[in-house]
């Protein structure tokens, strides 16, 4: 069965850095795009970052743009969200997605989620 | 950074209604259109990719279609475990947008 489980979530003080994990099984993870997505009460789901399923290639939300990197380790079946000077604004449950990638149409598209680890910026 | 505007943000309905959700683009997206369903505590889950084919395992009863700007998604008779929320979410822009959520609550 597929899973996806995040950890790594908690509370922080603004300026801080925080490193969230998630851990994949049930399919071949170096074959496949991941995302990281949050969501919030009053913002709903957002976007963050996608990796490429080698780790070549990385694309970022402005809002996290310079302060998060992903990142990923194939031999560990683990994606991986760096998150650095942090803010309020940051305060979210984060996700982490398989892309479904059975096509270049099918690019984009969320086919599994974790179901999240929190993430509370506060002094 | 493409806009979705989901309507209506929520809805009351029964057991066997037919309910409808619209999704609408701030500009063009083809057919890059999809929606998941997300109940309270659990992940979202993919229902409809591509405007309107059924992502494996998932009831009939659910339906999308649309293209353009404009889409919707149809639960043609709604059951007790279809109580939640539905968000759409374009795959056209490498800036992955969603809707604000239809929340579907039992009248």
């Known amino acids: 069965q597929v899973h996806l489980v995040e950890s790594g979530g908690g509370v922080v003080q603004p300026g801080r850095s925080l490193r969230l994990s998630c851990a994949a099984s049930g399919f071949i993870f170096s074959r496949d795009d991941m995302h990281w997505v949050r969501q919030t009460q009053g913002k709903g789901l957002e976007w963050v970052a996608v990796i490429s399923s080698d780790g070549s290639d990385k694309k970022y939300a402005d809002s996290v743009k310079g302060r998060f990197t992903i990142s990923r380790d194939n031999s560990k079946n683990t994606l991986y969200l760096q998150m650095n000077s942090l803010t309020a604004e940051d305060t979210a449950f984060y996700h982490c997605?398989?892309?479904?990638?059975?096509?270049?149409?099918?690019?984009?598209?969320?086919?599994?989620w974790g179901q999240g680890t929190m993430v509370t910026v506060s002094s | 950074d493409i806009q979705m505007t989901q309507s209506p943000s929520s809805l009351s309905a029964s057991v066997g209604d037919r309910v409808t959700i619209t999704c609408r683009a701030s500009?063009?997206?083809?057919?890059?259109l999809n929606w998941y369903q997300q109940k309270p505590g659990e992940a979202p889950k993919l229902l409809i990719y591509?405007?309107?084919s059924l992502q494996s395992g998932v009831p009939s009863r659910f339906s999308g279609s649309g293209s353009g700007t404009d889409f919707t998604l149809t639960i043609s008779s709604l059951q007790p475990e279809d109580f939640a929320t539905y968000y759409c979410q374009q795959s056209y822009r490498t800036v992955l947008t969603f809707g604000g959520g239809t929340k579907v609550e039992i009248k």
């Open positions: 591509a405007a309107s």
């Open positions: 500009q063009s997206i083809s057919s890059y």
């Open positions: 997605a398989k892309d479904f990638g059975f096509s270049v149409e099918l690019q984009g598209v969320f086919d599994i």
